[in-house]
T-cell receptor, first 110, second 114 residues
Framework: QKEVEQNSGPLSVPEGAIASLNCTYS??????FFWYRQYSGKSPELIMF????GDKEDGRFTAQLNKASQYVSLLIRDSQPSDSATYLC??????????FGKGTRLSVIA | GAGVSQSPRYKVAKRGQDVALRCDPI?????LFWYQQALGQGPEFLTY????????KSGLPSDRFFAERPEGSVSTLKIQRTQQEDSAVYLC????????????FGPGTRLTVL
């Protein structure tokens, strides 16, 4: 069974700090990796996707992928209170449905 | 429309009642997915359509769950004889089928079975 593991948190960081969110996955055939942000009572919102090993940066967000270690992470620089949410890691093997982790709850303290 | 829409946003049903949840995907998106999200959990896959064809229904928890997309656009998820364990948020997502392979979610339907 394909599994995606995340630390449920809460992860608390002070405003302006770097938040580091981690995710591991079990299926070595996974090809696509996604980070979604979900505010309480809202639906998941896509933040980043990454397909290749290495780093991918978009504004304050950096996704990192290491396929050998089956590990994907999301760094949020200059964290803001508005970043407080649950971050969901999702993995897909090409044309297959996304497999989600349970999410990590992030709290940015002003 | 600009995004995925779902209706109703909230549904309260008595145990044993049948419910129907509707999803309008982003115009032109060929792929449509249904997920179930319990409180404090990540979304879990239920079923997947490519146009009108239901390609994967392995996530449907029982034969009380049925989904259709007869014209390849709007989809309906039907739950018969609802049980309390069916209480969850039901999320619909659509995907263009392009290289980026990203799914965009609707606002969800929160189902409460009493």
């Amino acid at each position: 069974q394909k599994e995606v593991e995340q630390n449920s948190g809460p992860l608390s960081v002070p405003e302006g700090a770097i938040a580091s969110l981690n995710c591991t996955y079990s299926d070595r055939g996974s090809q696509s990796f996604f980070w979604y942000r979900q505010y309480s009572g809202k639906s998941p919102e896509l933040i980043m996707f990454i397909y290749s090993n290495g780093d991918k940066e978009d504004g304050r967000f950096t996704a990192q992928l290491n396929k050998a270690s089956q590990y994907v992470s999301l760094l949020i620089r200059d964290s803001q209170p508005s970043d407080s949410a649950t971050y969901l890691c999702a993995v897909s093997s090409g044309n297959t449905p996304l497999v989600f982790g349970k999410g990590t709850r992030l709290s940015v303290i002003a | 429309g600009a995004g995925v829409s779902q209706s109703p946003r909230y549904k309260v049903a008595k145990r044993g009642q049948d419910v129907a949840l509707r999803c309008d995907p982003i115009s032109g998106h060929v792929s449509l997915f249904w997920y179930q999200q319990a409180l404090g959990q990540g979304p879990e896959f239920l079923t997947y359509f490519q146009n009108e064809a239901q390609l994967d229904k392995s996530g449907l928890p029982s034969d009380r769950f049925f989904a259709e997309r007869p014209e390849g656009s709007v989809s309906t998820l039907k739950i018969q004889r609802t049980q309390q364990e069916d209480s969850a948020v039901y999320l619909c997502a659509s995907r263009s089928g392009g290289v980026t392979d990203t799914q965009y979610f609707g606002p969800g339907t929160r189902l409460t079975v009493l």
